[in-house]
């Protein structure tokens, strides 16, 4: 369910199915999750999020604050070796 204070108030689910060694790509804000693994063997995945280099620490709870001595307001693309920056001034970084 939406935020009471959010534009949109309606939420359609749509499966979208991703098996073993496939990928999927969306929106950072799409609203997106998995059900519960049935399966006996734990649930592994990758998660990669791509930003622009005006990003700025927010301070809000995410399960990567652990990694990151910044304070609210500084700018992500110093944040550290767990956020490498992959691309400057147009050009792949080696």
């Given at each position: 369910?939406?935020?009471?204070?959010?534009?949109?108030?309606?939420v359609?689910?749509?499966?979208?199915?991703?098996?073993?060694?496939?990928?999927?790509?969306?929106?950072?804000?799409?609203?997106?999750?998995?059900?519960?693994?049935?399966?006996?063997?734990?649930?592994?995945?990758?998660?990669?999020?791509?930003?622009?280099?005006?990003?700025?620490?927010?301070?809000?709870?995410?399960?990567?604050?652990?990694?990151?001595?910044?304070?609210v307001?500084?700018?992500?693309?110093?944040?550290?070796?767990?956020?490498?920056?992959?691309?400057?001034?147009?050009e792949?970084?080696?």
């Open positions: 369910t939406p935020p009471v204070d959010a534009l949109i108030q309606t359609t689910t749509r499966p979208c199915p991703v098996q073993r060694g496939e990928v999927h790509f969306h929106h950072s804000l799409t609203w997106h999750g998995s059900p519960f693994n049935q399966s006996d063997r734990p649930r592994q995945a990758l998660a990669i999020h791509y930003m622009t280099s005006e990003a700025v620490f927010t301070g809000r709870d995410h399960v990567m604050c652990q990694f990151i001595s910044l304070e307001g500084q700018r992500m693309v110093d944040a550290g070796e767990h956020f490498p920056v992959v691309c400057r001034d147009g792949p970084v080696d």
